[in-house]
């Protein structure tokens, strides 16, 4: 049986490996919020997660990836920002932000607020 306030990690970071970036939109009306966040792997690739959270703090529609280094997770993000430009105008775009970091007790970390 499903706790209602269990909460899954998006991402998780392992022992040795760190955040190295956290991109967030401005909010979009009856959409929410569309979120990449990327980490640096042991061996010095990248692993990076982007979805949806919705107004009401559900997240949904994932894509995840990897690249060989930091320096190619901005065309990671480049690529995504064109498309949600050409979605939503051009004011929307990931801009860097706070991940929004929680414990797997559902502790808040982070306050996951745009820079």
């Not at 979120?35 to 703090?57: M, P, T, Y």
């Not at 801009?95 to 797997?104: A, D, E, H, Q, R």
Request: aromatic letters at 8%; glycine letters at 10%; one cysteine or more.
């Amino acid at each position: 049986m499903k706790k209602e306030n269990q909460i899954k990690a998006v991402m998780n970071i392992e022992k040795g490996e760190e955040i190295i970036g956290a991109w967030i939109t401005p909010k979009i009306p009856e959409i929410g919020f569309y979120k990449l966040l990327a980490k640096q792997k042991k061996d010095g690739s990248c692993e990076w997660v982007h979805f949806i959270q919705r107004i009401n703090g559900e997240k949904d529609s994932f894509f995840r990836g990897e690249v060989k280094s930091k320096e190619e997770i901005e065309k990671v993000v480049a690529g995504i920002n064109a498309a949600l430009s050409k979605t939503f105008g051009i004011e929307c775009k990931l801009k860097l932000g706070n991940p929004g970091v929680y414990s797997l007790n559902g502790r808040n970390l982070d306050n996951g607020s745009v820079n």
